[in-house]
């Protein structure tokens, strides 16, 4: 099932819909998310900053309206009363802040903290300009930084897919590392996929099938980093070589903008060197080697650009074994 499990949305998409939350945009996909029953995931550095947003929109909202008062004084009738400025500009920020929860409320929301994080990575990503930091404006990159790495400990330890919704390319960049994230730039396009999302998925799955040889090749380079083992112990390997990969099955899990999650299954061909040591021949006991090629099993997951337009394999972005080891079975002609 492509429908992703649960739902990050980044604060810049809040602030794209200028916090409408009657609007079609937000309120459509509130509805989406209603009938599928998916997860909002609310990591806390980013429910700070949409609170902290909806009360500098008051903020700005109560200095516009006390500018148009000056410009048209009749407007001053509007004015509550009783209250001074202080009090009615309180009033605007507990009704912007009343109107953020009761959108979150639609939502089987889920709060995220800081349980678990790994202040180490997050450190070592700062060191490397690894995205989402890499631009300026760090002390905006931190909290997205917080963010991405709390959702992604959150799709790893429940294993399930999340839907990162955001329009920095930061948060994109940050997304492409992991299989279990897909991400969006327009909410509008998640809410497309919730409301039609089995059109998508064979849509995908049609282009991955007819255009395998990238993904094939992403699997032999996963599968040539691994090591080789073979079930006898008599049998050593002391050199593999992958030769290729044939995708025997895909499954959409996942779907982004322009791209698509999916587990596999593969067979991996590798070229083998097996050393082993034979007792009591007719040339005493000696020393053999011998090259065999065999068929090894692989899955695990992939993540994809694909162009639905023309139907084709874009880029692999990613691609994830499951086994961290490979075994061989086959035994030598030789052996004795």
């Known amino acids: 099932m492509a429908i992703p499990d649960a739902i990050f949305v980044d604060t810049n998409i809040f602030d794209r819909q200028h916090y409408n939350f009657q609007g079609s945009a937000l309120t459509s996909f509130a509805q989406a998310c209603q009938a599928h029953g998916v997860t909002l995931l609310l990591p806390d550095p980013v429910l700070r900053e949409l609170k902290r947003h909806v009360r500098d929109r008051a903020v700005e909202a109560h200095e516009s309206v006390n500018k148009a008062r000056r410009t048209a004084p009749f407007l001053q009738a509007l004015r509550q009363e009783g209250k001074s400025s202080r009090e009615e500009l309180t009033h605007y920020g507990s009704m912007a802040t009343a ?17 678990g994080l790994d202040l180490k990575q997050l450190m070592d990503w700062y060191d490397a300009q690894t995205a989402p930091f890499g631009g300026a404006g760090k002390r905006k990159e931190f909290p997205d930084a917080f963010a991405i790495a709390m959702v992604e400990t959150f799709a790893k330890n429940n294993v399930m897919y999340v839907a990162v919704v955001s329009d920095d390319r930061g948060v994109k960049s940050a997304c ?27 849509a995908y799955k049609a282009a991955i099938e007819s255009d395998p040889k990238e993904l094939e090749s992403q699997i032999a380079a996963a599968a040539a980093e691994r090591s080789f083992y073979h079930h006898n ?58 090259e065999l090629v065999e068929s090894s099993p692989v899955t695990g997951l992939a993540k994809l650009q694909v162009d639905r337009a023309d139907g084709h394999v874009k880029s692999v972005v990613t691609v994830e074994l499951d086994q961290s080891v490979l075994r061989v079975t086959e035994t030598p002609r030789r052996y004795l």
């Open 99 to 115: 109107a953020l929860h009761a959108y979150l409320r639609q939502f089987k929301a889920l709060e995220l903290g800081y349980d």
């Open 233 to 290: 112990r008599e049998y050593s390997i002391a050199s593999s070589k992958v030769l290729e990969a044939r995708i025997l099955s895909t499954r959409v899990v996942a779907i982004g903008n322009d791209e698509c999650t999916v587990t596999f299954a593969a067979e991996v061909d590798a070229e083998h060197e097996l050393h082993w040591h034979e007792e009591e021949t007719e040339e005493g006991d000696i020393d053999c080697d011998e």
């Open 176 to 202: 492409d590392r992991y299989t279990k994230l897909s991400h969006f730039s327009e909410l509008t396009a998640l809410t497309e996929l919730l409301v039609n999302d089995q059109e998508q998925v064979a």
